[in-house]
């Protein structure tokens, strides 16, 4: 055991004026590394949400690509049948599905206001009843023949 030495008063109050002001700092210090904790993960929920609306503009550019392609694939000759014949295939059903996808992202008004016009535009063609192939013009017929001699 260390032997009882006698201590300048000034460097107990020294020491101990160091040791309240270390606990003092303490809940000031704790709620600057909760602050600190706090920003940073906010700044990474920001950066996950705008990684997010980046990958939802791709999924819809995508899906936007994927409508015009099929669009444009249609020959003009042959657009009412080809309608007809896309309205009872999976094609609606698949695209209803991936823009149902991406109306589940949910972003600006104006996505949302092309997604439901897709949607209705979509919803139309499935609806769309066979339309029959137009009559054919019956064959003519000869006026009258005149028997060769």
């Known amino acids: 055991m260390a032997l009882d030495t006698p201590v300048n008063s000034q460097i107990t109050d020294a020491v101990t004026q160091t040791n309240v002001k270390v606990m003092a700092e303490a809940p000031a210090m704790a709620m600057g590394a909760i602050y600190q904790s706090l920003a ?47 309205g009872q295939s999976d094609v609606p059903d698949n695209m209803l ?35 029959p192939a137009a009559p054919k013009p019956a064959p003519a017929r000869p006026t009258s023949a005149k028997p060769k001699a």
């Open 40 to 86: 940073h993960s906010t700044g990474i929920m920001f950066e996950n949400a705008a990684a997010a609306q980046q990958q939802q503009a791709i999924l819809a550019q995508a899906a936007t690509t994927q409508g015009v392609m099929q669009i444009y694939s249609f020959d003009t000759a042959a657009a009412a049948a080809t309608v007809a014949k896309v």
């Open 97 to 131: 599905s991936l823009l149902a996808a991406l109306r589940a992202f949910g972003s600006g008004d104006a996505q949302a206001q092309a997604i439901d016009a897709a949607l209705a535009a979509i919803k139309t063609l499935s609806a769309a009843p066979a339309q």
